[in-house]
């Protein structure tokens, strides 16, 4: 009973993920350009760069997801990022679980 509790509680926190919500991302700037450049905080888990399909081109915004609470750390930690000479904003994306956003939903 025991060790089946403490695997389920195994399986949670290598599932859990900690985000970033990245805008005035520069046009020329790529996903991969955009982990290589956060890679220096930590171990870049995802960077989502999502596209607008009438221009072809990114919406100058991401997600970045890291592995650990140390490397969010690392990135806050920064006053501020420059990628391209255009400054990046960066909020830290706060997770809930599913049943507390349909309790403050209600």
Not at 31 to 53: H, N, W
Request: proline fraction near 3%; charged fraction near 30%.
């Amino acid at each position: 009973m025991a060790a089946a509790r403490a695997v389920r509680a195994a399986g949670r926190r290598s599932r859990r993920v900690f985000d970033f919500f990245v805008a005035e991302v520069p046009w020329t700037v790529s996903s991969k350009e955009l982990k290589e450049y956060f890679s220096q905080f930590g171990s870049v888990q995802r960077c989502q760069l999502p596209f607008d399909r009438d221009t072809g081109f990114h919406r100058r915004y991401c997600w970045i997801k890291f592995s650990t609470p140390e490397e969010v750390q690392n990135v806050l930690q920064k006053d501020f990022h420059i990628l391209e000479g255009s400054k990046l904003t960066l909020k830290q994306q706060i997770h809930r679980r599913r049943s507390q956003r349909n309790n403050q939903s209600e």
